[in-house]
């Protein structure tokens, strides 16, 4: 770990497309909708497990990012999301 935020959304992202690769199924219209809703906010993103109603995760560029994401899917009526807090302690 290089402790660059950057760095970690871009191997997430590249995950994502080889999983994407892998299984063109992996994926549906509301998932891609999320992502592309978040994408000015994130520095990655992917889906975690197997699927099937699982989870997102989603890393946000900066702590103002995150904030401003936090509360955007939850009033947004196209997404009926549960948007779970987490964080990343970088001791530098």
Known sequence: MNCDIDDLGEIMLEAWRLYQE???NCSDE???QLFRFAHPYCTGYKLMGVG???FALLLARDAKQAK???H???QDSNF???VYNWN???DN
């Open 30 to 32: 509301f998932m891609d």
């Open 72 to 74: 955007l899917p939850e």
């Open 80 to 82: 009926d999301v549960k």
């Open 52 to 54: 099937g109603g699982g």
């Open 22 to 24: 892998l299984d063109p």
């Open 68 to 70: 401003e994401l936090r």
């Open 88 to 90: 990343i302690f970088l």
